[in-house]
């Protein structure tokens, strides 16, 4: 049977393995592949930063902007880790080094307006033939970066091509002064309540929801969550008014970067036969990281952004509680300063028991996955979470709480321990359930081995997205 190649443009402020600050660089960076195999082209356009520019190979300008807010621009087509890219190439706009969204002084630029209305303009003039030789079936935008693409598309004349919005993380929505309008190039008519405004000023991942074709998020829990006057960070309203264009995709992980059986960031590698093999790699965080050597205690991980979002601040309150139940934990995260100096201050406290990295560390990411017991993810709210996933392909049993993706990726008592009450009181309960089921090895290894055989992959999520793209551009389902 042979399939009819659709076209997508994927439209990103961040990619996985060029620039990630989270997970939606892992998102951006991992479908494309996934989605070929559905018989979908995947190209991305991400802005031309500067780690990007140096990974793009066999590169050639596809379109030039003579002045794209304030300065030269131009898109070049070329191809950086295996990924399909249209990069936007605007020294004033983009060049500049280190985080993608801040400064040096660790706060926003103070032009990420333009930054990411540029993105968004040109993804939907591609969108709508700029480039000769490419014409998207499809613009599919990530998050409030690139939400205007379905303004300048919906403003930009008849007939745009289909766009899907995802929804990665409600709380940022990329809300910026009205009085910027007339600098965007969209009309004055798009300042409307079923336009770009929000609250009155003018809400970048608003007018996404607003405008798009169809709208995606991560989970399907998610999803039920942002229509809920509790979950929808005051856009609840327009979800809800979406009706069935709203729906949720659950993530998956890139199971070859994840691959406890070919890893080669770890000490020992193994797969659901071969479990004998990981506490080899416990034994080696451990001695890496300063903690007592041996199997017997119960070692939790944790590798997370620190933010309100992920629910670490009650951890200090319940850490008590796995101490004395002979746990050890070992945390990886940066973030709020606060919460980085609580860290801190929480391992000088309990050397031998307690290890806090504070930082960005990919290696040290993969030998925490492979050498705890089990992986402590407390959010108070998660779009789907992917730390989760990637614990249960390393046989590291996850510790959740019950919102968002972690809802629906881990089972209570077959895969993981999941917990209602985000509070001290909620995640020391986990914690004690935990700790007992660890002094159970029978019943810890068959979670560790439910857990292995779950799929974790974007098989099942770039099928949902392919048929989603078709269904949208008109193509029948395959
Ligand atoms: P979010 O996108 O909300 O931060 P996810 O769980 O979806 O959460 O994705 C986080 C991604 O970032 C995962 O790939 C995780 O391994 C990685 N990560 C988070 N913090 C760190 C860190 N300090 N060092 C290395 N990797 C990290
Ligand atoms: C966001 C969410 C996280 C999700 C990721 C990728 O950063 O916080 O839950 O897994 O995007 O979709």
């Not at 540029?118 to 939400?147: F, N």
Request: hydrophobic share 45%.
């Amino acid at each position: 049977m042979t399939r009819k190649t659709l076209e997508v443009l994927a439209v990103a402020s961040e990619i996985y393995p060029l620039v990630k600050t989270g997970g939606l660089a892992d998102v951006v960076g991992a479908l494309p592949a996934a989605l070929g195999r559905q018989g979908v082209a995947v190209t991305t356009l991400v802005p031309g930063y500067p780690a990007v520019l140096a990974a793009l190979e066999k590169s050639q300008t596809v379109l030039v902007i003579p002045d794209l807010f304030g300065g030269p621009a131009t898109v070049l087509r070329g191809a950086a880790a295996g990924l399909d890219l249209l990069v936007l190439s605007a020294s004033h706009l983009y060049e500049r080094p280190g985080n993608p969204y801040l400064g040096p002084d660790g706060r926003d630029w103070p032009d990420n307006a333009i930054r990411f209305a540029a993105l968004a303009a040109i993804a939907a003039s591609i969108g709508r033939g700029a480039i000769r030789s490419y014409r998207p079936a499809v613009l599919h935008a990530h998050d409030w970066q690139s939400g205007l693409t379905a303004a300048y598309l919906a403003y930009g004349g008849p007939q745009p091509p289909a766009s899907v919005m995802t929804v990665h993380n409600l709380a940022f929505q990329g809300q910026f002064p009205a009085s910027l309008l007339p600098r965007l190039g969209l009309p004055d008519n798009a300042f409307r309540f079923d336009g770009i405004e929000h609250h009155g000023m003018i809400g970048y991942l608003k007018a996404g929801l607003q405008l798009s074709t169809h709208v995606t998020t991560v989970s399907p829990t998610y999803a039920d969550e942002i229509r809920t006057e509790q979950g929808g960070m005051g856009l609840d309203g327009l979800l809800r008014y979406r009706g069935d264009a709203v729906s949720g995709i659950l993530n998956g992980i890139d199971t070859e970067v994840w691959n406890p059986a070919s890893d080669t960031l770890i000490t020992a590698r193994y797969d659901v036969s071969t479990l004998k093999e990981k506490p080899a790699n416990k034994t080696a965080l451990q001695a890496r990281l300063g903690l007592t050597i041996g199997p017997d205690a119960p070692l939790f991980g944790i590798i997370s952004r620190l933010s309100w979002q992920k629910g670490l601040d009650l951890l200090p309150a319940a850490l008590p509680r796995l101490i004395a139940g002979g746990g050890q934990l070992a945390l990886l995260g940066a973030g709020e300063a606060e919460l980085e100096a609580a860290f801190r201050k929480l391992a000088d406290e309990h050397k031998s028991k307690v290890s806090c990295t504070i930082g960005y560390d990919e290696t040290l990411a993969h030998q925490i996955q492979a050498g705890s017991d089990f992986l402590m993810v407390p959010s108070r709210f998660e779009p789907c979470g992917l730390t989760q996933l990637c614990a249960l392909r390393y046989g590291t049993v996850p510790m959740v709480s019950k919102v968002g993706g972690l809802a629906d990726t881990v089972a209570d008592g077959h895969t993981g321990i999941v917990f209602d009450a985000v509070n001290e009181a909620g995640l020391a309960a986990a914690l004690d359930r935990a700790i007992a089921l660890h002094h159970t090895p029978r019943a810890f290894k068959a979670l560790v081995r439910q857990g292995m055989a779950q799929d974790v992959s974007w098989d099942a999520p770039a099928k949902a997205y392919a048929n989603l793209y078709r269904a949208l551009a008109g193509h029948a389902p395959q």
